[in-house]
């Protein structure tokens, strides 16, 4: 069945390195990629999102690759602040109308 | 603040009991999903509601139900509950026509006891 995959599940870097966290998925029909954050006690939200047209999104120190023919997508966080430890979801969906497949998330924790 | 809310925020009961589980959209949104969110099993899609219409389903199980009422608020019932039902249950909402971004609530975390 459709699946996403997604490592590591845990991370830890220090304040103002990178993180990277990596995700494939086993339907080539999806076409709409989001990540979600989450912290402790409250929902996920929405940080950035790409469609499969397009290669790579950045929204400043935020940015999303995506490699179709690999089934492969990232998320890249530079700079990393103690604000940015959460759980981070990607998520993989073919139309507007049909089930969002999430990853198992990645534990990221930022050390001052 | 997403703008979706969710009520109640906290819920416990017993085993074999019925719960509803309530949404509210951000104001313009026709889109309504509901998701599971438990230790083991991660962010689990249950069901999509579009417009009052159902339109998509995931692993959700027969003795859960969902509906959107005309308003576009939701509500998931949840039956017969068993102590594997504890879990945060939360909705997200988007806008449909070729916009895909979800929004989601702060949950509502059910325990069964």
């Known amino acids: 069945g459709e699946n996403v995959e997604q490592h590591p599940s845990t991370l830890s870097v220090q304040e103002g390195d990178s993180a990277v966290i990596k995700c494939t998925y086993s339907?080539?029909?999806?076409?709409?990629f989001p990540w979600y954050k989450q912290e402790l006690g409250k929902g996920p939200q929405l940080i950035i999102d790409?469609?499969?047209?397009?290669g790579e999104k950045k929204d400043q120190r935020i940015a999303v690759t995506l490699n179709k023919t690999a089934k492969h997508f990232s998320l890249h966080i530079t700079e990393t602040q103690p604000e940015d430890s959460a759980v981070y979801f990607c998520?993989?969906?073919?139309?507007?109308?049909?089930?969002?497949?999430f990853g198992p998330g990645t534990s990221l924790s930022v050390i001052p | 603040d997403s703008g979706v809310t969710q009520t109640p925020k906290h819920l416990i009961t017993a085993t074999g009991q019925r719960v509803t589980l309530r949404c509210s959209p951000r104001?313009?949104?026709?889109?309504v999903y509901w998701y599971q969110q438990s230790l083991d099993q991660g962010l689990q899609f249950l069901i999509h509601?579009?417009?009052?219409?159902?339109?998509a389903k995931g692993n959700i199980l027969e003795r859960f139900s969902a509906q959107q009422f005309p308003d576009l608020h939701s509500e998931l019932n949840l039956s017969s509950l068993e102590l594997g039902d504890s879990a945060l249950y939360f909705c997200?909402?988007?806008?449909?026509?070729?916009?895909?971004?979800?929004?989601f609530g702060p949950g509502t975390r059910l325990t069964v006891t």
């Open positions: 998520a993989a969906r073919k139309t507007s109308y049909d089930k969002v497949i």
């Open positions: 104001s313009g949104d026709l889109s």
């Open positions: 790409i469609r499969s047209n397009v």
């Open positions: 997200a909402s988007s806008v449909e026509g070729g916009v895909y971004e979800q929004y």
């Open positions: 509601y579009y417009n009052g219409e159902e339109r």
């Open positions: 339907d080539s029909a999806s076409n709409y």
